[in-house]
């Protein structure tokens, strides 16, 4: 592998995730239902069968997924990987890096996303592996779920009030963390976007001597079976690439 600081396509993030088989309040097996303020995700099925659950201003969604499926979600929509047997996908994310530090907010009960301190350790994990990882990654799960569970049915019940309260909940629980975030864009797909207005006006100029720094990568996951907030995850330590979430 050829090590230099040379980021994903457009300052995309890429991870592999299979689909957590624990079973939730409702007998449903998957992931924990989150969303994302800034960044869309898009999941690319390579293995298996499931669903995701959707959240939105459509209303709720059960989207079947199979091996050749893509489904993406725009910010603001509530989503749930959900395990129906083998599922296997991998996920391009817009704006990487920013849902590492907490753009991707849990469905957790009203009472604890008012609290940021106690929002913080429900979302945390204690390790990065072993039984205790395994333990807290449930118990967040379940946390998630219990959230989401009142959100879904009022949704389905042509009330979007809780659904839109939660949305407001997230924006104020990430609102401090926006000066680090908007310096994490800058120098990240802002930047991937200039490096592109820099080269048409090389062409342009007839000037290709930026092609020179052509090179050609590869790389390899950096720790499998991680767990994120949908399942297992593979993920890469690279710029450009998804990093570990740091749990606020």
Not at 97 to 115: I, N, Q, R, Y
Not at 167 to 179: G, N
Not at 193 to 219: F, I, K, W
């Amino acid at each position: 592998m050829v090590s230099v600081p040379t980021p994903l396509p457009g300052a995309v993030g890429l991870s592999h995730l299979s689909a957590y088989e624990w079973e939730a309040a409702d007998g449903v097996c998957g992931g924990s239902p989150h969303l994302h303020l800034v960044c869309t995700e898009a999941y690319v099925v390579t293995a298996g069968v499931g669903a995701v659950q959707t959240l939105s201003p459509d209303g709720y969604r059960d989207t079947p997924l199979r091996a050749g499926s893509v489904a993406w979600f725009t910010p603001g929509t509530v989503h749930r990987m959900v395990q129906g047997g083998g599922l296997r996908i991998t996920v391009l994310m817009q704006n990487s890096g920013l849902p590492e530090v907490g753009d991707a907010v849990f469905t957790f009960p009203p009472e604890v996303l008012a609290d940021p301190e106690r929002y913080a350790a429900a979302a945390a994990l204690p390790a990065k592996s072993g039984p205790e990882a395994e333990a807290a990654a449930r118990k967040r799960r379940d946390l998630a779920v219990e959230g989401f569970l009142p959100l879904r049915e009022a949704l389905q019940a042509g009330d979007n009030g809780p659904y839109r309260e939660f949305q407001r909940a997230a924006a104020r629980l990430v609102r401090a963390k926006v000066p680090a975030w908007r310096e994490l864009w800058r120098a990240g797909p802002l930047a991937a976007a200039r490096r592109t207005g820099d080269q048409l006006d090389a062409l342009e100029a007839g000037d290709p001597a930026y092609l020179a720094d052509a090179t050609a990568l590869d790389a390899s996951p950096s720790r499998e079976g991680g767990y994120g907030m949908c399942g297992r995850r593979d993920e890469y330590e690279l710029p450009g690439a998804t990093l570990p979430y740091r749990g606020d």
